[in-house]
């Protein structure tokens, strides 16, 4: 493992225990920010997910986005290729997926606008830090290299760390909704 992986996985264990805690002790709705920000995106295609472990829900505010327009959600191709992301409803029939996500029995694909991006760890800069696939970063970097993207880091405001390693790869977040805040960075 060279110096910065291991500077990753580190901040990732540190940051896997905080939101652990987060998640155990915070109970009850929190997408109440995010849906406060994508109601300002109405009828935008969404990329949203499935949430996994300790991650934050934002299925409340997804749900709410699909009764104005498409929403997605993510699946696995391959190891070190980009996300697809596949129509998601409410009522869409789930499966599980190759990385323990759960997936759309019936994969329908979109292109989306706004992305609603877990993680395991963030910045007070944007910067994020994920399980260490790489997929978001391939992700973001494919579809912004066609035109740009609102990505937002969706979280538990103890997720934040003072610094985070970075590399060259690491795609930067567009903004950063918390259960109690909204951060932009540009
Ligand atoms: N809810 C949600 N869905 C998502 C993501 C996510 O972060 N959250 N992803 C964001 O990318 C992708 C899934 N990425 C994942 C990457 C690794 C593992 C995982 O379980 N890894 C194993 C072993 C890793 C290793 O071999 O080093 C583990 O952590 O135990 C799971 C999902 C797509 N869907
Ligand atoms: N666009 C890219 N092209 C090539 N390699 C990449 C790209 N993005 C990331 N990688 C590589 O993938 C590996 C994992 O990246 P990183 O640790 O940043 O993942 P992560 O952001 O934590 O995970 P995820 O985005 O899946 O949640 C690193 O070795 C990184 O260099």
């Known amino acids: 493992m060279t110096g910065l992986a291991a ?4 901040a990732r264990k540190a940051a896997f225990a905080r939101r652990a805690e987060a ?14 920000v994508l109601a300002g995106y109405r009828g935008v295609p969404l990329a ?4 996994m ?24 191709r391959a190891a070190g290729q980009p996300l697809r992301f596949s129509r998601w409803e409410p009522e869409t029939a789930m ?7 759960r997936i759309p029995a019936v ?10 991006v877990p993680l395991v760890a963030f910045d007070a800069h944007g910067n994020r830090l994920g399980y260490g696939g790489g997929f978001y970063d391939r992700t973001l ?9 609102l990505a937002i880091g969706f979280a538990f405001d103890a997720q934040e760390a003072g610094s985070l390693p970075l590399e060259v790869t690491d795609q930067p977040l567009d903004m950063i909704v918390t259960e109690t805040r909204v951060l932009s960075f540009r």
């Open 107 to 116: 994969e329908e694909l979109i292109d989306p606008e706004i992305l609603i």
């Open 53 to 76: 472990r300790t991650e934050i829900d934002p299925t409340p505010a997804m749900a709410e986005a699909a009764a104005h327009g498409p929403v997605g959600v993510p699946v696995i």
């Open 95 to 101: 499966i599980d997926g190759p990385f323990g996500a």
């Open 7 to 10: 500077l990753k996985t580190e």
């Open 23 to 36: 998640f155990a002790t915070a109970g009850g709705a929190h997408a109440g920010k995010l849906s406060e």
């Open 48 to 51: 949203g997910y499935m949430a």
């Open 141 to 149: 970097e494919e579809l912004r290299a066609r035109r740009p993207r």
